[in-house]
C-alpha cells in the first residue's frame, strides 16, 4: 500500500489510479466479448460495460454501442435506490436488470448485471454492463418486433432483482430464464457477464489494497471534476444562443404515423439544454422511447460536439440537461412496447445535430442514414434442421462535411464503433446463403463533397418457413443535405421470390415469410451531401464515373462534367461556369 503519509493529491498517484481505472473498464469489455456466445456481442459488440463510484457516477465506459451511454449509471442508480439505502447489497450480489422504463433505458432484449464492490466493508464501486441476449422471450423469436401491442408481449422483464445473493446464484432465476428463452445463447451471454463483472471487482479490489480506500477516492472525484473540466473548457467554445429543429418519426409500425417531434437546444456560458416538449406523445407501436434512451442519444451527440475522443464519464455531463413531457414518445411510461425504441433514440440525437450543424461544420456534417435498420432472420438450419436466428443492425452511409465526403458503409450513430457478422460465420451459423454485399451506387447525396455510400446485402434463404422481420427507419423522408447539398436515399428492401416475383419496396415489416430460393434484399441510404455539387472538382467527378459510384447522365446533369469512358477523358461544361 502507498505510504499513508503520503498526500492524497499527490498527482502522480492520481493519474496513476484514474489510468488504472479506465483499463479495468477495457479489460472489462474484452473479458465479456472473448467469453460472449453470441454474434451479436462477439462480432458486432453489441454491449457496454464499466464502472461506477458508490453513487453511481459513471467512472468509465469499454467501447461498444454509442446508444449505451450512460445507460449504466442509470441501472446503477436503480440499484441503489431499490438496495442501497436499507443496506441490502452484499459482497457478491449481482443484480439482473432490463425494465425500459426505469433502470433499462432501451429494450428488454438488452439485459443489464450490476455488482456491488467492497473493500473492507466500505461500498466502494459498482461493476456494470449491459448486452444484447439473443433472445428475452416474448412473442416472436429475437424478442423484439415491430407490431406489439404492449411491453409483455416483448420478453422476459427484470425488474432489478438479485441473480446473485452474497456469491450464491438464485437459480429460480436462472430456470426461469431457460424456461422462457428459445436459444442456450442467451444463457451463455448471461454467463459472460458474470464474468465481466467480477474482472472489474478483482480490479478495483486491488487498486483499493495498494492505494488505500482514501487514495482512490480522491482518484474517482479527480476523474469526474478532469471530465467536467475538458467538457466545459469545450462549451466554451461553442455559439451560444437558441437553437431549433423539428421532424419526424416516420411510423410506429402499425400503419400510425408520421408522429412530429422537436428540440430547442440553448447553449449557454455554463450549460447545454436540450428541450424537446412539445413532441408527440407516446404511440401504440414499438417506437417508444424512454427517458433513459433520450438522456444516452443526447450524452452521444454532446460528445460528437464538444470532444469526441475524451474518455466517457459522469463528470463529462454535467453541463447538460435535457427536458421532455411526461409519457412523450421519447420519455415512454409503462406498458408501451419499446422493442424498436432506438428509432426514437435516433430521431431524437438527429434533431440537435440538424439544429447545430450549420453552426459547427467542423464537427458535424450532412444527415446519415439515421436507422439502426434492424434485420431479425429466423428457421431451420438446412444441414441440421435446428433453428437459427439472425439478430444485426445494418450499415448505410454518412453525410458529408466540409472537406470531406461522407464515409459509405458505416452504422449508424447509436451504433458507434461496431462490426456486422461476417459472411462466413453468418453462412456457416445460418440458413442463408449472401448472394450480395455491396455499395449502393446511386449518386444521391451529391455535392461539393458526396454523401457516404450504403450498402445493398441480399440473403437467399435455403430452407422453407423463414421469417424476416425489418425495421428500417428513414423510409419516407431522406439523409439531409447541407450549404447546398442534396439529400441523400431513403433505407428500404425488397424480396425477390423464387418464382420470379418482386415484393416490395417496403421500410417495416413484421415476420415477412420466405420460402427457399426466395432473396431479402437490404438496401440502406446514402447520406446527404454537403456544397454546389457544381464546385466538385471536375477530376474527382471523372474519377467517380469510373469508379461507377455516379453515371455518365448523373456526372453531366448533376455535376456538369462531360465524361467520356472510352477515350478516358472528360470536360467542364458551361453550366459550371455560371
Same mark, same amino acid.
Given at each position: 500500500?502507498?505510504?499513508?503519509?503520503?498526500?492524497?493529491?499527490?498527482?502522480?498517484?492520481?493519474?496513476?489510479?484514474?489510468?488504472?481505472?479506465?483499463?479495468?473498464?477495457?479489460?472489462?469489455?474484452?473479458?465479456?466479448?472473448?467469453?460472449?456466445?453470441?454474434?451479436?456481442?462477439?462480432?458486432? $459488440?453489441?454491449?457496454?460495460?464499466?464502472?461506477?463510484?458508490? #453513487?453511481?457516477?459513471?467512472?468509465?465506459?469499454?467501447?461498444?454501442?454509442?446508444?449505451?451511454?450512460?445507460?449504466?449509471?442509470?441501472?446503477?442508480?436503480?440499484?441503489?435506490?431499490?438496495?442501497?439505502?436499507?443496506?441490502?447489497?452484499?459482497?457478491?450480489?449481482?443484480?439482473?436488470?432490463?425494465?425500459?422504463?426505469?433502470?433499462?433505458?432501451?429494450?428488454?432484449?438488452?439485459?443489464?448485471?450490476?455488482?456491488?464492490?467492497?473493500?473492507?466493508?466500505?461500498?466502494?464501486?459498482?461493476?456494470?454492463?449491459?448486452?444484447?441476449?439473443?433472445?428475452?422471450?416474448?412473442?416472436?423469436?429475437?424478442? +423484439?418486433?415491430?407490431?406489439?401491442?404492449?411491453?409483455?408481449?416483448?420478453?422476459?422483464? +427484470?425488474?432489478?432483482?438479485?441473480?446473485?445473493?452474497?456469491?450464491?446464484?438464485?437459480?429460480?432465476?436462472?430456470?426461469?430464464?431457460?424456461?422462457?428463452?428459445?436459444?442456450?445463447?442467451?444463457?451463455?451471454?448471461?454467463?459472460?457477464?458474470?464474468?465481466?463483472?467480477?474482472?472489474?471487482?478483482?480490479?478495483?479490489?486491488?487498486?483499493?489494497?495498494?492505494?488505500?480506500?482514501?487514495?482512490?477516492?480522491?482518484?474517482?472525484?479527480?476523474?469526474?471534476?478532469?471530465?467536467?473540466?475538458?467538457?466545459?473548457?469545450?462549451?466554451?467554445?461553442?455559439?451560444?444562443?437558441?437553437?431549433?429543429?423539428?421532424?419526424?418519426?416516420?411510423?410506429?409500425?402499425?400503419?400510425?404515423?408520421?408522429?412530429?417531434?422537436?428540440?430547442?437546444?440553448?447553449?449557454?456560458?455554463?450549460?447545454?439544454?436540450?428541450? +424537446?416538449?412539445?413532441?408527440?406523445?407516446?404511440?401504440?407501436?414499438?417506437?417508444?422511447?424512454?427517458?433513459?434512451?433520450?438522456?444516452?442519444?443526447?450524452?452521444?451527440?454532446? =460528445?460528437?460536439?464538444?470532444?469526441?475522443?475524451?474518455?466517457?464519464?459522469?463528470?463529462?455531463?454535467?453541463?447538460?440537461?435535457?427536458?421532455?413531457?411526461?409519457?412523450?414518445?421519447?420519455?415512454?411510461?409503462?406498458?408501451?412496447?419499446?422493442?424498436?425504441?432506438?428509432?426514437?433514440? $435516433?430521431?431524437?440525437?438527429?434533431?440537435?445535430?440538424?439544429?447545430?450543424?450549420?453552426?459547427?461544420?467542423?464537427? =458535424?456534417?450532412?444527415?446519415?442514414?439515421?436507422?439502426?435498420?434492424?434485420?431479425?432472420?429466423?428457421?431451420?438450419?438446412?444441414?441440421?434442421?435446428?433453428?437459427?436466428?439472425?439478430?444485426?443492425?445494418?450499415?448505410?452511409?454518412?453525410?458529408?462535411?466540409?472537406?470531406?465526403?461522407?464515409?459509405?458503409?458505416?452504422?449508424?450513430?447509436?451504433?458507434?464503433?461496431?462490426?456486422?457478422?461476417?459472411?462466413?460465420?453468418?453462412?456457416?451459423?445460418?440458413?442463408?446463403?449472401?448472394?450480395?454485399?455491396?455499395?449502393?451506387?446511386?449518386?444521391?447525396?451529391?455535392? #461539393?463533397?458526396?454523401?457516404?455510400?450504403?450498402?445493398?446485402?441480399?440473403?437467399?434463404?435455403?430452407?422453407?418457413?423463414?421469417?424476416?422481420?425489418?425495421?428500417?427507419?428513414?423510409?419516407?423522408?431522406?439523409?439531409?443535405?447541407?450549404?447546398?447539398?442534396?439529400?441523400?436515399?431513403?433505407?428500404?428492401?425488397?424480396?425477390?421470390?423464387?418464382?420470379?416475383?418482386?415484393?416490395?419496396?417496403?421500410?417495416?415489416?413484421?415476420?415477412?415469410?420466405?420460402? #427457399?430460393?426466395?432473396?431479402?434484399?437490404?438496401?440502406?441510404?446514402?447520406?446527404?451531401?454537403?456544397?454546389?455539387?457544381?464546385?466538385?472538382?471536375?477530376?474527382?467527378?471523372?474519377?467517380?464515373?469510373?469508379?461507377?459510384? =455516379?453515371?455518365?447522365?448523373?456526372?453531366?446533369?448533376?455535376?456538369?462534367?462531360?465524361?467520356?469512358?472510352?477515350?478516358?477523358?472528360?470536360?467542364?461544361?458551361?453550366?459550371?461556369?455560371?
Amino acid at each position: 500500500m502507498v505510504n499513508a503519509s503520503q498526500k492524497i493529491t499527490d498527482p502522480f498517484t492520481l493519474e496513476i489510479v484514474k489510468d488504472s481505472l479506465l483499463a479495468t473498464g477495457d479489460e472489462m469489455f474484452y473479458a465479456l466479448a472473448r467469453t460472449a456466445m453470441s454474434p451479436i456481442i462477439y462480432e458486432v $459488440l453489441d454491449y457496454a460495460s464499466g464502472l461506477t463510484d458508490s #453513487k453511481g457516477q459513471l467512472l468509465t465506459q469499454g467501447n461498444g454501442v454509442t446508444g449505451f451511454i450512460g445507460m449504466l449509471s442509470f441501472m446503477v442508480k436503480e440499484t441503489i435506490q431499490k438496495f442501497g439505502e436499507e443496506g441490502n447489497l452484499k459482497p457478491g450480489d449481482i443484480i439482473i436488470i432490463n425494465d425500459p422504463y426505469r433502470g433499462g433505458g432501451s429494450h428488454l432484449s438488452d439485459v443489464g448485471l450490476v455488482m456491488p464492490i467492497f473493500h473492507n466493508g466500505k461500498l466502494m464501486a459498482f461493476s456494470a454492463n449491459k448486452a444484447h441476449w439473443t433472445d428475452v422471450g416474448g412473442k416472436d423469436p429475437g424478442s +423484439f418486433t415491430n407490431d406489439a401491442n404492449e411491453i409483455f408481449q416483448e420478453g422476459l422483464q +427484470f425488474p432489478c432483482v438479485k441473480l446473485f445473493n452474497e456469491g450464491k446464484v438464485n437459480q429460480g432465476i436462472v430456470d426461469m430464464i431457460e424456461a422462457n428463452v428459445r436459444f442456450r445463447e442467451s444463457i451463455g451471454d448471461m454467463w459472460a457477464q458474470v464474468a465481466a463483472l467480477r474482472t472489474g471487482e478483482r480490479r478495483v479490489k486491488e487498486l483499493c489494497e495498494k492505494y488505500g480506500s482514501k487514495v482512490i477516492q480522491a482518484a474517482i472525484d479527480y476523474l469526474l471534476d478532469h471530465g467536467e473540466v475538458l467538457a466545459r473548457k469545450e462549451l466554451a467554445n461553442l455559439p451560444k444562443g437558441t437553437f431549433m429543429a423539428e421532424d419526424i418519426i416516420e411510423t410506429d409500425g402499425k400503419g400510425n404515423g408520421p408522429f412530429p417531434i422537436k428540440v430547442k437546444v440553448t447553449i449557454t456560458d455554463d450549460q447545454f439544454i436540450c428541450d +424537446f416538449r412539445g413532441s408527440h406523445p407516446q404511440v401504440q407501436g414499438t417506437v417508444n422511447c424512454s427517458y433513459t434512451g433520450l438522456v444516452s442519444a443526447v450524452r452521444a451527440i454532446f =460528445l460528437a460536439i464538444t470532444n469526441p475522443s475524451q474518455d466517457v464519464n459522469d463528470g463529462v455531463f454535467r453541463p447538460l440537461k435535457v427536458i421532455v413531457d411526461p409519457q412523450s414518445i421519447m420519455s415512454a411510461e409503462r406498458p408501451v412496447p419499446v422493442s424498436n425504441y432506438f428509432e426514437t433514440m $435516433l430521431g431524437s440525437l438527429d434533431l440537435i445535430w440538424r439544429a447545430l450543424a450549420p453552426y459547427l461544420p467542423e464537427r =458535424l456534417s450532412a444527415g446519415h442514414h439515421l436507422s439502426v435498420c434492424s434485420v431479425t432472420l429466423t428457421g431451420k438450419h438446412p444441414d441440421t434442421n435446428a433453428p437459427f436466428l439472425i439478430v444485426e443492425p445494418s450499415v448505410g452511409g454518412w453525410g458529408a462535411a466540409e472537406g470531406q465526403d461522407g464515409a459509405p458503409g458505416q452504422f449508424c450513430i447509436a451504433d458507434g464503433e461496431t462490426y456486422n457478422v461476417p459472411v462466413e460465420v453468418a453462412e456457416t451459423r445460418y440458413g442463408i446463403i449472401v448472394d450480395e454485399y455491396s455499395l449502393r451506387s446511386d449518386g444521391a447525396g451529391s455535392g #461539393k463533397y458526396v454523401g457516404g455510400s450504403g450498402v445493398i446485402r441480399s440473403y437467399r434463404a435455403l430452407t422453407d418457413g423463414q421469417f424476416a422481420t425489418i425495421t428500417f427507419g428513414r423510409n419516407l423522408t431522406k439523409p439531409w443535405g447541407m450549404k447546398g447539398g442534396q439529400d441523400g436515399s431513403n433505407n428500404q428492401f425488397y424480396v425477390e421470390k423464387a418464382n420470379g416475383e418482386i415484393d416490395g419496396p417496403f421500410g417495416v415489416y413484421p415476420r415477412y415469410p420466405l420460402n #427457399k430460393g426466395d432473396v431479402i434484399k437490404l438496401i440502406t441510404g446514402t447520406g446527404g451531401g454537403y456544397g454546389d455539387p457544381l464546385q466538385r472538382p471536375a477530376d474527382q467527378v471523372y474519377r467517380d464515373v469510373k469508379g461507377e459510384y =455516379l453515371t455518365v447522365e448523373q456526372a453531366r446533369n448533376i455535376y456538369g462534367v462531360e465524361v467520356d469512358l472510352e477515350n478516358q477523358s472528360f470536360k467542364e461544361l458551361g453550366i459550371r461556369k455560371k
